[in-house]
């Protein structure tokens, strides 16, 4: 089944404790971006990456790191989150940047 | 002011009848993207427009490039299509709208 895999669903964490969100998708896809979701702002970009080991800065990158080694794994790093971090993530992929998107389930992260 | 503005914020319709979701852009774009969110939180991606107009069962988008305007169509809607809808943009960067909450009353 094509998919887009993200993992955790759920994550509570401290503050300072660095984390990985992990996003994978099946379809060979070149485009895969991370955007987070936040009541009264909607979703906006974090990072996407235009195909291995190109990535760009979206909307709100700060404080989020990328990395795009292979095609199919496209991981979101808090290197030292923040509560202001708390949010729902959601990674996605296309086949390029104008075709339509597979998004993965949703992560929900909270940092006390 | 956004670059993706989308209306209604909210609406509420009988079971049965005709909805219209309208988007509004200010910036250059490729494309048109509209996204379904159901209230688990999940989100499908509907349609994506470059012109013109795509028809998937009860769901039909539109879109004016001159007008920068797009919109989407539910006929006979159902209380199964209550979610959020979703507009968003790609252009140099992608645009999202803030969603319109659809809820269907039976």
């Known amino acids: 089944e094509a998919q887009v895999t993200q993992n955790p669903r759920y994550l509570i964490t401290v503050t300072g404790k660095k984390l990985t969100v992990t996003c994978s998708q099946n379809m060979n896809h070149e485009y895969m971006s991370w955007y987070r979701q936040d009541p009264g702002l909607g979703l906006r970009q974090i990072y996407y990456s235009m195909n291995v080991e190109v990535t760009d800065k979206g909307d709100v990158p700060e404080g989020y790191k990328v990395s795009r080694k292979e095609k199919r794994n496209f991981p979101l790093i808090l290197e030292s989150p923040s509560p202001n971090q708390t949010s729902l993530y959601f990674c996605?992929?296309?086949?390029?940047?104008?075709?339509?998107?597979?998004f993965g389930s949703g992560t929900r992260l909270t940092v006390v | 002011k956004n670059e993706v503005e989308q209306s209604p914020q909210n609406l509420t319709a009988q079971e049965g009848e005709f909805i219209t979701i309208n988007c509004s852009y200010s910036v250059g774009i490729s494309a048109l993207h509209w996204l379904q969110q159901h209230p688990g939180g999940g989100i499908v991606s509907l349609f994506m427009l470059s012109s013109g107009k795509k028809k998937h069962g009860r769901l039909i988008a539109t879109i004016n490039i001159q007008e920068k305007h797009s919109s989407l169509h539910i006929t006979a809607s159902h209380p199964r299509d209550s979610a959020v809808y979703i507009c968003a943009a790609t252009g140099n960067q992608f645009y999202f709208g803030t969603g319109t909450s659809l809820t269907v009353i039976p």
């Open positions: 996605a992929s296309s086949l390029n940047r104008g075709n339509g998107y597979t």
